[in-house]
């Protein structure tokens, strides 16, 4: 079984620039979340998808930051127009509804270098 | 408000002996669970084990064991036989089962296993 796939693995762009990261979740699984590491710091929750809905999207930086999961299916996250301090490591995790656990399953990431 | 802390900067192992990792949490809603990842090197974020705050026993998974002592609100990691293949960073992570399904993450420790 396939699991949480990420592209591209690493991204670089000028400031200014548009950037689309996109994740497939493992297969069956409803639940889609996106992390945001930035250097030094700690992983940081940016929001949560159930199927096609948000469910909380608390974690989202500002209106820059556009994610979506048309289909329930894979997800997009849009960063219009990149800034400097965008940069950093963006994780999509995907976990099973109706699990007491909800183990969230990680993908590697995209590295994301804003110049 | 949730938070992890994982003060331990670096840690170094011999191969073949054990290492605990550690992580202190902080919490107000009863039920909460507790997570350790690995990340290598290659950046995938690797699920390890999970303790449920009302669970009786401490969770064991192969060589992995959370060392659970709830009234001092730590989790720590503990991996026995340590082997090459286990130099990595360790995120600790918690979920609040009362509020939503994110994780919130400490700033990790990396672990080094000498040969």
């Known amino acids: 079984e396939a699991g949480v796939t990420q592209f591209p693995s690493h991204s670089v762009i000028e400031k200014g620039q548009t950037v689309t990261l996109r994740c497939d979740p493992i297969s069956g699984h409803d639940n889609l979340y996106w992390y945001r590491r930035v250097m030094g710091k700690e992983i940081k929750f940016l929001l949560h998808?159930?199927?096609?809905?948000?469910?909380?999207e608390s974690g989202m930086p500002n209106n820059r930051f556009l994610a979506e999961r048309t289909g329930g299916t894979y997800s997009t996250l849009k960063v219009q127009p990149a800034e400097l301090e965008d940069s950093g490591v963006y994780f999509c995790a995907s976990s099973q509804s109706g699990k007491a656990k909800n183990i969230q399953y990680f993908g590697a990431g995209t590295r994301l270098s804003v110049l | 408000a949730q938070k992890i802390t994982q003060t331990q900067p670096g840690m170094f192992v011999q191969e073949k002996e054990a290492v605990t990792l550690d992580c202190t949490y902080d919490t107000s809603d009863p039920s909460y669970g507790l997570f350790w990842y690995k990340q290598p090197s290659s950046g995938e974020m690797i699920f390890l084990i999970y303790?449920?705050?009302?669970?009786?026993q401490n969770a064991t998974e192969g060589r992995y064991s959370l060392n659970f002592q709830k009234a001092r609100k730590s989790a720590n990691l503990v991996i026995s036989a340590s082997q090459l293949g286990d130099s990595a960073m360790y995120f600790c992570?918690?979920?609040?089962?009362?509020?939503?399904?994110?994780?919130?993450f400490g700033k990790g420790i990396t672990l080094s296993v000498r040969p």
């Open positions: 998808f159930v199927k096609e809905s948000k469910q909380d």
């Open positions: 992570a918690m979920r609040e089962y009362g509020a939503n399904s994110k994780l919130t």
């Open positions: 303790q449920g705050s009302y669970d009786q």
